[in-house]
């Protein structure tokens, strides 16, 4: 049965907002929450004109597992490239799974100039960071798997690390993308496998057949119905149009695919990109609306191209009101 998630956004909400809208997600039936890891947020300013959000995930996942009971919660997604040692990434995933079993993930990508410039490091092109990205992996899953680990790679190393603390096994580790390249690395490194502003039909005709070939690069002797994949939906539910549309205006700027490949890291200008995006380019990117059985729709359509979960990225301006809708019928609706 397909699973659903929420997403807690640390760029648009305050970190005390997004814990009070993970616990009432438990309450409405949420399977998991994922929360953003980035160290400048997207945008500058929310819809209102204040000033956007930046809590730190890190400090944030331990208060929303401590403060819910079965929810898994994780990233949605980290970018392991220079601010973070893999080593320290795993030294935290493994504190959290040792005092929440079993309700603890990864999510990792490669990342945007957001997360690394203004911390004064050179924005790698893509090559790098998958590659980068594909030896964390690497590093995690054996820091949980072995003792005192050596690791001479291309990007980091390792002499003697181990982990006192944790399981012998790392929590799932979900790899997002929306090309070739990080959908087969999902396949062959990843537990799992997560996309956003993919079509259903895109995802199931060219991402899931490369999530299909790591698999068979792998040694894990599987097929693609062992990589758990997951889409990211970004909705807003309201009680009219414009005021579910108008909380999605900051966003506009993640439709611009130089955002996500140039270093781009001021919010202020980051903003600015997303300035030319209309009204309707937002509705087709976003499911905006009035009416939840398009939220059970839109779902649906992914749920049919062969998505194992889909998590909810609500801009709505009642979360509670989102959260009734989910657990009255949208949920329902895939029972």
Excluded at 280 to 288: G, K
Excluded at 289 to 313: I, R, S
């Amino acid at each position: 049965m397909v699973e659903f998630g929420y997403f807690a956004s640390l760029e648009e909400f305050s970190p005390a907002s997004c814990l009070e809208q993970v616990e009432r997600a438990e309450r409405a039936g949420f399977d998991s929450a994922w929360v953003n890891d980035h160290f400048h947020p997207w945008f500058d300013r929310l819809a209102d004109g204040s000033p956007a959000n930046g809590g730190n995930c890190w400090e944030w996942l331990p208060a929303a597992l401590e403060r819910t009971d079965e929810i898994r919660v994780g990233t949605g997604v980290t970018s392991v490239i220079n601010r973070y040692h893999p080593a320290n990434v795993a030294h935290r995933l493994a504190t959290l799974a040792e005092l929440y079993p079993d309700r603890v993930f990864l999510g990792l990508g490669t990342g945007e100039a957001l997360n690394e410039s203004p911390l004064g490091f050179e924005w790698p092109d893509y090559g790098e960071r998958a590659g980068r990205t594909a030896e964390a992996i690497r590093i995690v899953r054996r820091l949980f798997a072995e003792e005192f680990v050596d690791h001479d790679g291309d990007f980091w190393t390792l002499d003697g690390a181990n982990l006192y603390t944790g399981p012998d096994e790392a929590p799932p580790i979900h790899v997002a993308g929306s090309g070739a390249t990080a959908a087969r690395m999902a396949g062959d490194l990843g537990d799992g496998f997560v996309t956003v502003y993919e079509s259903p039909d895109s995802a199931a005709n060219e991402l899931f057949p490369a999530v299909e070939r790591g698999v068979e690069k792998s040694d894990r002797n599987g097929s693609l119905a062992d990589v758990h994949k997951t889409v990211h939906l970004h909705v807003s539910y309201a009680d009219s149009e414009e005021a579910a549309l108008r909380p999605c205006l900051p966003w506009r700027l993640t439709l611009r695919p130089e955002v996500f490949a140039e270093d781009l890291a001021d919010p202020r200008e980051l903003q600015e990109h997303g300035e030319d995006v209309g009204e309707e380019e937002l509705r087709e990117a976003f499911v905006v609306t009035t009416d939840p059985q398009d939220l059970v729709d839109a779902a649906a359509g992914y749920v049919d191209a062969g998505f194992d979960e889909v998590v909810f990225q609500s801009s709505s301006p009642d979360q509670d009101a989102f959260c009734d809708a989910f657990e009255r019928e949208i949920a329902p609706s895939f029972e």
